[in-house]
Nanobody, 124 residues
Framework: QVQLVESGGGLVQAGGSLRLSCVASGRTFSSYAMGWFRQAPGKEREFVSG????????YYGDSVKGRFTISRDNAKKTVYLQMNSLKPEDTAVYYCAGNVDSGIYDEPHAYNYWGQGTQVTVSS
């Protein structure tokens, strides 16, 4: 089993930055693809970013390209999401997800393991 715990959310003004972290338990993290999704009230869960098991491939949703950066540190079993130039529409609960790397990163069904989420609120 893998447990994922997110942190780093909070309240920030538009134009500001936050860095989310997701720490994994278990010994298989280094073989896992990892992803970040978000869900705003009344909306469907949205793909934000994904990263391959070794960090060699990264993917971003259109709404965050050029503003967010995903990275990972396998020695620390941690994946990060650096969020810059935040906008009010980025307000959502952000979820970390992981699974054995299947080459699919932008679909929720590709992930078996999910964190509890961390709230990000961007004020205008």
């Amino acid at each position: 089993q893998v447990q994922l715990v997110e942190s780093g959310g909070g309240l920030v003004q538009a134009g500001g930055s936050l860095r989310l972290s997701c720490v994994a338990s278990g010994r298989t993290f280094s073989s896992y693809a990892m992803g970040w999704f978000r869900q705003a009230p009344g909306k469907e869960r949205e793909f934000v970013s994904g990263i391959s098991w070794n960090g060699g491939r990264t993917y971003y949703g259109d709404s965050v390209k050029g503003r967010f950066t995903i990275s990972r540190d396998n020695a620390k079993k941690t994946v990060y999401l650096q969020m810059n130039s935040l906008k009010p529409e980025d307000t959502a609960v952000y979820y970390c997800a992981g699974n054995v790397d299947s080459g699919i990163y932008d679909e929720p069904h590709a992930y078996n393991y999910w964190g509890q989420g961390t709230q990000v609120t961007v004020s205008s």
